[in-house]
């Protein structure tokens, strides 16, 4: 069985204004750029998804040699 308890405060978030994110969306003006390991493309295109749909923020993404390189076109 679950225990019920009552009166308990909600804990704040971690991360209430900085946060230490792995990719440096912030940072990015328009025509900026960063690049990933290719092991990491699936990661960066779901978190550029992510911040498209949260920000409507649009990105471009491109395998570069080894790398994928993603910008930041909106």
């Known amino acids: 069985m679950y225990e019920v308890v009552e009166g308990l405060p909600i804990p704040e978030r971690q991360c209430k204004v900085e946060c230490n994110h792995k990719y440096p969306w912030k940072k990015l003006q328009l025509g900026d750029s960063f690049d990933v390991p ?3 493309a699936r990661s960066v295109l779901s ?5 498209h749909k949260k920000y409507s923020e649009k990105y471009l993404t491109r395998r ?3 790398v994928i390189r993603v910008w930041r076109t909106a």
């Open 64 to 66: 570069v040699g080894d």
């Open 38 to 40: 290719l092991h990491l």
């Open 47 to 51: 978190a550029a998804s992510q911040r």
